[in-house]
C-alpha cells in the first residue's frame, strides 16, 4: 500500500485532452503539483459529478501550481465519446486499459477489474503528500482537495477546517 510520503509511481499512458490523443508520463510534470484521481468507470453515475466538478474548478487548481488527471480503466476512445457527451474538458482524462498504474497506485479492484475511487496529491518533487480513497458509490469533495493543496503548500501546520487567508499554528 502506498503512504504518506512515498515516491509516486511513475506512468505513461494515452489519454485524451480537446480532441487530441497524446502520451502522457508522469516524468512530463516535473515541478508541478498533481491532482491524479482514479475512478471505476466512464458512462456511470457518480463519475461524471466529480470530472464536472473538478473540471468547473479547474482554474483554481492552476492558481495554486497544479495539474489535474483523471485515469480509468477505460480505453482513449471511450474517454473521447465520454468527454464529447460531457461537454469538453480542460484536463485529460488518462486510459489505463492495462490496469499496470491502477495496481501501481494500489487502487485496482481486481475482482470487478476498475479503479476504486482515489485521490492522490503529489508534490513538484513526486512525493505523495495526500491519499483518499471512497467507497465507489460516494464521490468527493472538490472543495476540500483545494483546501488541502493549499494547507499543503503553506509548510505550516494547518488546524481544523483551515481555509486560505486564515493563521496556520506555530
Known amino acids: 500500500m502506498l503512504k504518506i510520503g512515498d515516491k509516486a509511481?511513475?506512468?505513461?499512458?494515452?489519454g485524451y485532452l480537446k480532441d487530441k490523443f497524446k502520451d502522457y508520463s508522469?516524468?512530463?510534470f516535473k515541478n508541478k503539483w498533481i491532482i491524479l484521481f482514479f475512478y471505476p468507470n466512464d458512462f456511470t453515475f457518480?463519475?461524471?459529478t466529480e470530472i464536472s466538478g473538478l473540471n468547473d474548478r479547474i482554474e483554481d487548481f492552476r492558481k495554486l501550481g497544479a495539474e489535474v488527471m483523471g485515469v480509468s480503466v477505460d480505453s482513449i476512445f471511450a474517454?473521447?465519446?465520454w468527454v464529447e457527451d460531457l461537454g469538453g474538458l480542460d484536463f485529460p482524462l488518462l486510459s489505463d486499459f492495462h490496469k499496470r498504474v491502477s495496481r501501481d497506485y494500489h487502487v485496482l479492484n481486481e475482482e470487478e477489474g476498475t479503479a476504486m475511487r482515489g485521490l492522490f496529491i503529489i508534490d513538484p518533487f513526486g512525493t505523495i503528500k495526500h491519499i483518499v480513497l471512497s467507497d465507489?458509490?460516494?464521490g468527493r469533495s472538490v472543495?476540500?482537495?483545494i483546501r488541502v493543496l493549499a494547507a499543503l503548500q503553506t509548510g505550516k501546520l494547518c488546524p481544523v477546517d483551515w481555509k486560505p487567508g486564515e493563521s496556520t499554528l506555530s
Do not use: G, I, M
Open 26 to 28: 508522469f516524468k512530463d
Open 136 to 138: 465507489k458509490n460516494v
Open 143 to 145: 472543495d476540500e482537495t
Open 9 to 14: 509511481p511513475n506512468f505513461e499512458l494515452k
Open 79 to 81: 474517454h473521447k465519446k
Open 46 to 48: 457518480v463519475c461524471p
